[in-house]
């Protein structure tokens, strides 16, 4: 029977990572001392120097509508941190600037996916790829990859899942869950089977670029072959803790870029002002201004590791980017913890939340249903405090 709604918002799932951040909170009010290892955002504040750039452009009245893809100050900025983070050659007609990245990939996903169309997701991935996709008529089409392949697809494996249906492939890297980084041999391994199927586009992620351990980074676009059948997202909300500013971009052909441009216009028409003008100081910013961000990550991505692992039952790879680790719970499915089932990750989740006091994200949500996330984007203390509780809870 209808409830007044459309099919295509009753068939879309929840953000999870949005609704197990929010019930945290809803506990948190209600008193309870819960640890949200749920979201994944900076706890850090927005450096000054671009508090001090927004503040400038509300005193000088960037108060109106802006070019629908964003100022070309802005994207004339973007251009040269293409150039200078990851060689690649864009030009600013080539650039479009929206409410977040998540707004460029769902831009993106109206412009370029048919009905019908596949889309290539390795497993784990961000778990708004799908809905996305799905949202655009496309269908997800999981490639599952294991903690032992340190979660990345494999040439072969991306081979085999490419039909006559194939429109694109997205992923992030480094990637949200798994923290895997591709190198370049990797990527270039992949565009090898690319090269075969013309017709494919890639979306890259790279809104983790800068939250990298690894001391390796590339650039799907700067793989030779790939740049005029890549679409770059990136944004500023990661590396410089500008969650709620929400501006995001891509660097695309420039017909891609267009369409994107014509979907925004009658849609947002354009991002927020006062944040362009601000994001302008972040991405001229030399990457150094980051390092000490970084360096308090990488401190707690080897607390947390190091801790998981003296958690029996839990397995996990070392994440060498972003602020996450994605241990695999399985081998507590099917066990009874303090009088509760686990079946699944779900379960498994839930139970950290009510026994531990902890708030994770079940790994079904990124397409991989024996895993759970947690974000380390909190303090060292907090961190402690809740692999304690879950050690306990789960001894
Ligand atoms: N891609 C990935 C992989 C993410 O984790 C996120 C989370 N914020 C986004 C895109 C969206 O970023 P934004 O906040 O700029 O919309
Ligand atoms: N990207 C973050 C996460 O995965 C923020 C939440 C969201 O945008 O879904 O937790």
């Known amino acids: 029977m209808s409830n007044g709604l459309s099919d295509r918002i009753n068939n879309l799932s929840t953000s999870q990572t949005l609704a197990m951040a929010a019930l945290a909170r809803e506990l948190k009010a209600q008193g309870k001392d819960i640890i949200s290892l749920s979201l ?79 889309v290539i997701l390795p497993a784990p991935y961000w778990v708004s790829y799908s809905e996305i996709i799905k949202m655009s008529g496309g269908i997800p089409v999981e490639v599952s990859t294991s903690i032992e392949n340190d979660f990345k697809i494999t040439p072969q494996q991306l081979e085999a899942a ?37 017709n494919i586009y890639v979306v890259a ?43 995001g971009y891509i660097g ?20 927020n002002s006062i944040a362009q003008r601000a994001t302008i100081t972040a991405v001229d910013a030399d990457p150094s201004v980051l390092n000490e961000m970084v360096a308090a990550f990488k ?11 003296e958690i029996p039952g839990l397995k996990i790879n070392v994440p060498e980017g972003a602020f996450y680790v994605f ?19 779900d379960d498994f989740s839930m139970y950290l939340l009510s026994e531990a006091n902890v708030a994770t994200v079940t790994g ?20 402690t405090e809740a692999m304690r509780r879950i050690k306990e809870a789960l001894a």
């Open 252 to 271: 695309a052909p420039e017909f891609i870029a267009k369409a994107c441009t014509k979907m925004q216009g009658q849609v947002t028409s354009g991002a």
């Open 162 to 198: 490419i039909t006559p249906k194939t429109k694109m492939i997205w992923y992030s890297s480094p990637c949200n869950p798994s923290g895997s980084v591709y190198s370049r041999e990797e990527f270039t391994a992949i565009a090898e089977v690319l090269k075969k199927y013309p």
């Open 364 to 383: 079904d949500a990124f397409g991989n249903p024996n895993c759970i996330r947690f974000s380390y984007a909190t303090s060292e203390e907090q961190l």
């Open 40 to 118: 994944g955002e900076p706890d850090f504040n927005t450096p000054d120097f671009i508090k001090e750039a927004a503040k400038k452009a509300i005193d000088e009245n960037y108060s109106t509508y802006s070019p629908v893809d964003g100022y070309l100050e802005l994207k004339e900025a973007i251009c040269r941190k293409f150039k200078r983070d990851n060689n690649l050659d864009y030009k600013p007609a080539n650039i479009v600037v929206s409410t977040g990245a998540k707004q460029s990939l769902y831009n993106v996903a109206q412009c370029m996916i048919n009905d019908g169309d596949e």
């Open 299 to 309: 401190s707690r991505r080897d607390l947390v590791v190091g801790l998981i692992k």
């Open 205 to 247: 992620d790279e809104i983790y670029e800068h939250i990298n351990f690894s001391g390796t980074f590339c650039s799907m676009a700067s793989i030779p072959g790939m740049f005029e059948r890549t679409i770059t997202v990136n944004g500023v909300a990661k590396a410089f803790a500008m969650t709620g500013w929400r501006i």
């Open 327 to 345: 241990p695999d719970v399985s081998s507590f499915f099917g066990k009874t913890l303090r009088g509760t089932v686990i079946n699944n990750a």
